[in-house]
């Protein structure tokens, strides 16, 4: 999908200044400008179709309001823009794209789109938690449009909402952490300490969704083995690499083995520290040990969430005219809406037996013979 993304082309529009030129429109944003790499959150970006032709008057039109961060996280919101490209591959469908700066935004994108009549949006996509409150007022003043909510629920009749079991898929990694630190493992660039065995977990902004993450980690850690200790630190953002950094040094100072991220592209920085120190890192959301590649030799894993899944399917519905308004969709292990993928470059050297009780747990969660908390207070 490499190629594809950078085909993409972006219209650049400075924050609030931006947005409000646009609103005062009533077409949506245009497919024009410079190539645009996206990466800057303050930035409203716009995607053509992907095949470089003008979309007809049949095709399906959906706006992308990306999570705080924005694309080049190589994580949350670009496994939602992967769903969005292979849905315009599959389907015929024209797609435009946000990033807002702030939750203010949030707001006044989702409005730009469910306004706008050249073109006229059939599915707006709200990506992440923290746009369920915008669009609790959005919503109702837009019966008409459909609204797509991914990382929360709001029972509204034109929206669909799709959450994961991400506690679940954090057990996993949570006891592949605790398994690995109580042993002498080494694989690329990593080892473990043998003086210690403790393990932590970097969370991006600390908010009830991040503590699932947290809480699944350390119950799994804390059901694999009584010996491992889990340090936790929030770094405040989800774009701020060197604070995963800072917060991952500090840790792994202390002896930590392995770090588990749930902080988009704050996670970077954790990576950067495994690397620096020797150590492990786990990936969230998307496989990291293909989105950050040069990586890969400290990253044991990652805990995917298909949040790719949610987006395509709920394009193909609207494009198929069976859009699920007021559903509520829970993907979790049994779905495959959550796992654990083994690293790229070090998964292969993770020892058979360690990978034979992920699996055992595996089965027990999906079974209902394990119950994964979601507050690390109940852990």
Known sequence: MASDFDRRRFIQAAGITGIAGLAGCTGGPESEGDDGSGDDGSE???GDDGSGGESGDDTTNVGMVYALGGLGDESFNDAAQRGIIDAAEEFDVSYDESQPADAGEFSQFQRLYAESTDPDYDLVSCIGFAQLDALSETAPDFPEQNFLLVDDQLDEPNVASYQFKEEEGSFLVGALAALLSEQSFSAGAGETDSDSTSVGFVGGVDAPLIRKFQAGYEAGVAYATDDVDVSTSY???FADPSG????ALSMYGSGVDVIYHAAGGSGVGVFQAAQNEGRFAIGVDSDQSLTQA??????LASMVKRVDSAVYESVGNTVNGEFQGGSQVMLGLEDEGVSCVYGNGIGDEIPQEVKDEIDEIRTDIIAGDIEVPTD????
């Open 376 to 379: 690390p207070d109940d852990v």
């Open 294 to 299: 040069d990586f890969d030799d400290v990253i």
């Open 44 to 46: 409203d970006g716009s």
């Open 235 to 237: 770094v405040g953002d």
């Open 244 to 247: 995963g950094q800072e917060a």
